[in-house]
């Protein structure tokens, strides 16, 4: 699944409603997803975490979009491992 | 940018840590990549966004790592559009 296609067909389906409910309002629905996707960890079943976690990917992408960010290129910092050490396995403890 | 390449690299740059650490405070540390996000959509330039677009992602894809989630198979709900209507554009307005 490629990064830079999921958001053009996030744009595609959701865009003009994102730019119509603006940053603020969605980042908002970002967090209530957030929150699902807590709770789906916690108390629910793989189903429902699949379902949460694309649903926070989404919101996550469609709030990038908005702000002007390819998620693309955002994901390369991490394509070769760490992006404060460039090694994988990390050897520098930036994600401890 | 290949979601699942993504969540390989991630898992063989950062998976010890992640394992040791555990789920509880993996996502306590997304929250926090959170929290810098919105400062950054607040009051930081573009740089500083990719980059913590890119930090949330990551910690995203650990945590879908740490609880037997294929990322890849999760934002395959959105491949054609709406996970609900099948749409694009979205007729039904679950994303609204």
Same mark, same amino acid.
């Given at each position: ?10 744009? @595609? ?8 409910? !603006? &940053? #603020? ?7 209530? /997803?957030? +929150? ?21 990917? @989404? ?8 702000? !002007? &960010? #390819? ?7 991490? /394509?070769? +491992? ?15």
């Amino acid at each position: 699944m490629d990064l830079a296609a999921l958001q053009a067909t996030i744009r @595609a389906t959701y865009g003009d409603a994102d730019r119509g409910r !603006g &940053v #603020d309002a969605t980042f908002g629905w970002f967090i209530e /997803e957030v +929150g699902e996707l807590s709770r789906a960890i916690r108390r629910q079943g793989h189903d429902q975490r699949v379902e949460e976690f694309s649903d926070v990917l @989404a919101w996550l992408v469609t709030l990038a979009d908005l702000t !002007g &960010v #390819d998620m693309a290129e955002a994901a390369r910092r991490y /394509e070769h +491992g760490c992006p404060k050490c460039d090694a994988s396995p990390c050897g520098c403890g930036a994600h401890p």
